[in-house]
Structures are given as structure tokens and as C-alpha cells.
């Protein structure tokens, strides 16, 4: 979850949102109509893509994690 939200929405809707806040148009950042949901939109598939490329990486060291005893989730949960 920290990883879905940081590296992809915080990470990709920091400079969007200050650039907005600096504009100060008056409308609510979450408002229906407001101009930061198609950049939340755009952000969501860069959220995705940052936690498929660490559970990528969780899977290729699995085999070591278990000879070390490490309880990642990869292990926990097994390869399939």
C-alpha cells in the first residue's frame, strides 16, 4: 500500500498540485470538476506499474529469502 501511494500518486500528483495551488482558482482540489482528477487518473497506472516492478523483484529473490529466512510476502505466499 505505502508503495501504491507514494512512489505512484504522491510521487505524480506532488507537481500537478502545487502548480494548481499556485494558480489558486478557487475551486476545492477534490471537487467534482477539479483539474487535478485527470492528472489522479494518470497517476493511477504509474501506482500500478511501481508495485508490479517490486513484486517482480520480491518473486526473483524468493529463493534466497528462503534460504535466509526471510519472511517477505513472496515467501509467505509462495511463486504461484
Known sequence: IFCFL?????ATLTIPYLELRMEDSG?????????L?????????????????????????????VLANKRTTAVRFGGT
Open 27 to 35: 475551486t476545492p482540489i477534490f471537487a467534482a470538476s477539479s483539474p
Open 37 to 65: 482528477r485527470p492528472c489522479f487518473y494518470a497517476a493511477l497506472p504509474v501506482a500500478f506499474l511501481a508495485c508490479a516492478i517490486l513484486v517482480v523483484n520480491n518473486l526473483r529473490d524468493r529463493h534466497t529469502d
Open 6 to 10: 507514494y512512489f505512484g500518486l504522491v
